[in-house]
């Protein structure tokens, strides 16, 4: 017996990639909001530099969103009635932040602090239901590679 989603599980559906469409249903009209803004703003502020893929984590972790170019940028997870981007932070990012620690909102560092140093970095899931959450991941972004000067 199929049970009925909860919040934060993942879209596990293995048969094809979720399309804008299902992405919206499942995760929300608001959060939906929140992630064709954080997608438009990556695409606004890296032109020609990332080309999102769907990866299949399995039943488990299902579908995300991934912006790679040679190492890996952010990842999008569509979850039930929700929206959270996870970002590494390696070792020249976590000097970048821990310098801008002023700069940066306490709800950030918060998280940043929390978040468990594994070999390839700190992993930090950021939940994005506002837009003060969204400016959060738009400027760990910009540690993480410096945007190109539009002209």
Excluded: N
């Amino acid at each position: 017996m199929e049970h009925s989603p909860q919040i934060g599980d993942r879209l596990a559906d293995k048969s094809a990639p979720p399309d804008d469409a299902m992405i919206r249903d499942w995760i929300g009209p608001e959060a939906f909001e929140h992630w064709t803004a954080l997608r438009d703003w990556i695409e606004a502020s890296y032109p020609g530099v990332f080309a999102p893929d769907w990866i299949y984590g399995g039943k488990k972790h299902g579908w995300s969103l991934r912006y790679k170019k040679s190492k890996a940028f952010c990842t999008f997870l569509p979850e039930y009635r929700a929206f959270s981007a996870v970002v590494v932070l390696g070792a020249a990012e976590r000097q970048k932040a821990g310098a801008q620690r002023d700069k940066l909102s306490p709800r950030l560092m918060a998280l940043y602090d929390e978040a468990e140093t594994y070999h390839d970095g700190k992993w930090l899931k950021i939940g994005i239901s506002s837009a003060e959450e969204r400016q959060d991941v738009t400027e760990l972004l910009a540690l993480k590679r410096p945007r190109r000067a539009i002209a």
